[in-house]
């Protein structure tokens, strides 16, 4: 293909697998809810030096990741384009590091090999889903992925104009990953940096990378907020942020080891589905490579590049698959190389190179015929959201179908080539379209709180104040979820249900509370409160109005 038809192909698959659909579905628990309302706080108040958070200044991210999303959120009607609005960020950093996926493979294996690593990248689960879900965890890999981007340049590179854009792509990048994240991304560059030292003997990678230099740069970007952040918010904020929050969470001794040791190494196989079958022959093939050539180089980095990110997060004791993204670059840049090399020479292992695209195919294939007749081969969840879906879900399962067998017949065949491939890519973004424009939605419908919002929008233009049994007001994404949605925070009340009785005979309020707290405590809502929604979401919520005027 040429260069505009492989950019283009690229640009219609990021589009589908990263974009559409952003605004479909609700904000689900526990971070999309609550970096939307601090977003939208930020939005509604104009206090832009330091997030607040349910009242109180918020210490565990720094703040220019909101203030993205409270430019975008200012004026913004509709709870569909402000949800699109709120999440547009991650969709951009799933797309830059798309980008800079295509950029590294170009420069480690050729054009062609960069081409797929991107293509093949923005269809990935992890990459689909972090990209469709309110959190700065893919800007972060973005931005560390052209740090890393502009070091191996800095190494390689002895042209000085394309050394100083080199110097300027990890300047800037690191320190975007430092106001985004904190020093994660220092910590991953710098640990990268001394691994290839280390593995190639070579004095020249924290000598021409010039690592102190773009430190230097990243720390003045980060207190050209931080220091006018800390005088108004104080330095027990600070030490937070900074140190506890930035530092210690990951290597809290206290935190428990939920998963053990190897969590990070286990889920990766699951979370970059479904090309991560493709990890092994592509790393074996890059491999075996002659010692001198330029795979064996690019092997050389892009395994440096692995083993740095998986040292750093197995000295943490926080889990988090979505913390994997810096690991997909070099994933899908070894990947991208070997499906390069597998489309210039077909008959080339021939057997393998059919039964995985195969494979892949019958993913594709089983995945549609469940969007088409909401069946699945288990049972549960699944099935109760499949049921609930609109006939509408044809207009896209067709095509899967169609592209997915068209692609499987293809390869089989040994005609298929790249176009066999790209039919199985596009059947996977359209499948991916498919979940955010119909299964993410219908989940919500079954749930209910698209219903519930709209009673408490209803009653706060009618005057009543929102209130929270404590129970679930100190769950961390209620304020957040009330703030960005109805634009206030409900105020808590205790559970014996005595500030409520009070309350109710001074003022027309509205009371969330769990099911469970209502049959565990039964005094939480006092006699006389009149019940609107019941068991609404995974909490089972319940929304109570106390008779007003009061009889």
């Known amino acids: 293909m040429s260069g505009r038809m492989q950019a283009a192909t690229f640009l219609i698959v990021a589009v589908f697998s990263l974009f559409v659909g952003l605004g479909a579905r609700d904000l689900w628990n526990p971070v999309e809810p609550r970096y939307a309302g601090i977003s939208a706080e930020i939005a509604r108040t104009g206090n832009w030096l330091v997030p607040h958070y349910d009242g109180k200044y918020y210490d565990q991210k720094p703040a220019p990741f909101f203030w993205v999303g409270a430019l975008l959120l200012r004026g913004a009607r509709g709870e569909e384009l402000r949800r699109f609005l709120v999440r547009l960020p991650s969709a951009l950093g799933g797309l830059l590091m ?26 990935s689960w992890l990459v689909f889903w972090s990209s469709h879900f309110c ?5 972060a890999a973005a931005a560390l992925s052209g740090a890393i981007l502009g070091f191996i340049t ?16 990890a300047a800037f990048s690191v320190s975007g990953g430092l106001l985004l994240k904190g020093p994660a991304t220092m910590v991953f560059a710098a640990v990268f940096l001394l691994v290839c030292a280390v593995w190639e003997r070579d004095a020249g990678w924290l000598k021409r990378t010039r690592p102190t230099a773009v430190g230097a740069i990243a720390l003045v970007a ?8 800390t005088l108004e918010a104080g330095m027990v904020w ?42 092994p022959p592509a790393w074996w093939a890059a491999r075996r490579s002659p010692p001198s050539s330029p795979a064996r180089r690019a092997w050389i980095l892009c395994t440096a590049w692995l083993l740095s990110v998986l040292l750093v997060l197995h000295l943490g004791t926080t889990f988090r698959s979505r913390y994997l993204l810096p690991l997909f670059p070099p994933v899908f840049v070894l990947i991208g190389a070997y499906v390069h090399e597998a489309s210039r020479n077909a008959l080339r292992r021939r057997w393998f190179e059919r039964s995985i695209w195969a494979g892949a195919a019958a993913v594709l294939v089983v995945g549609a015929l469940g969007v088409t007749w909401g069946r699945f081969p288990w049972q549960g969840d699944v099935n109760a959201v499949m049921s609930n879906l609109s006939s509408s879900r044809l207009l896209l399962s067709v095509p899967i179908l169609v592209l997915a067998v068209t692609g499987a017949l293809a390869v089989l065949r040994g005609r298929g080539g790249v176009w066999g491939r790209l039919a199985i890519v596009a059947a996977l973004a359209l499948t991916m379209t498919t979940w955010s424009e119909m299964v993410g939605p219908a989940m919500d419908r079954l749930r209910g709180y698209d219903r519930l919002v709209a ?23 209620t304020a957040g979820y009330w703030n960005f949605h109805v634009g206030v925070e409900p ?4 559970l014996e249900g005595k500030m409520l009785e009070r309350l109710a005979t001074r003022e ?27 068991g609404v979401g995974r909490r089972r919520l319940c929304l109570f109005l106390n008779p007003w005027p009061p009889p």
Not at 99 to 123: D, E, H, P, S, V
Not at 508 to 534: E, I, W
């Open 238 to 279: 600070a030490r937070s942020l900074a140190i506890d929050r930035g530092v210690f969470h990951l290597v809290d001794p206290d935190n428990p080891d939920k998963h053990g040791s190897l969590y990070y190494i286990s889920v990766l196989w699951g979370v970059a589905a479904p090309w991560v079958f493709l990890l």
């Open 135 to 139: 959190h700065m965890d893919t800007l």
């Open 222 to 229: 980060g207190a050209a907020w931080f220091v006018p952040a």
């Open 508 to 534: 027309p309020v509205m009371v969330l509370v769990r099911d469970k707290d209502t049959r565990d405590h039964p005094g939480c809502v006092p006699q006389g409160f009149r019940s609107l929604c019941t």
């Open 98 to 123: 798309a980008l800079a996926t295509w950029a590294l493979g170009r420069r480690l294996f050729g054009n062609g090999a960069g081409f797929w690593a991107a293509t093949l990248l923005a269809t």
């Open 491 to 494: 105020a808590p009340v205790d």
């Open 154 to 169: 800095l190494k390689d590179e002895a042209d000085p104009a394309k050394r100083r854009r080199a110097f300027l792509l």
């Open 455 to 477: 009673e408490v929008r209803k009653h706060l233009v009618e005057g009543r104040r929102l209130l929270a049994v404590s129970s679930y007001h100190t769950k961390e994404s």
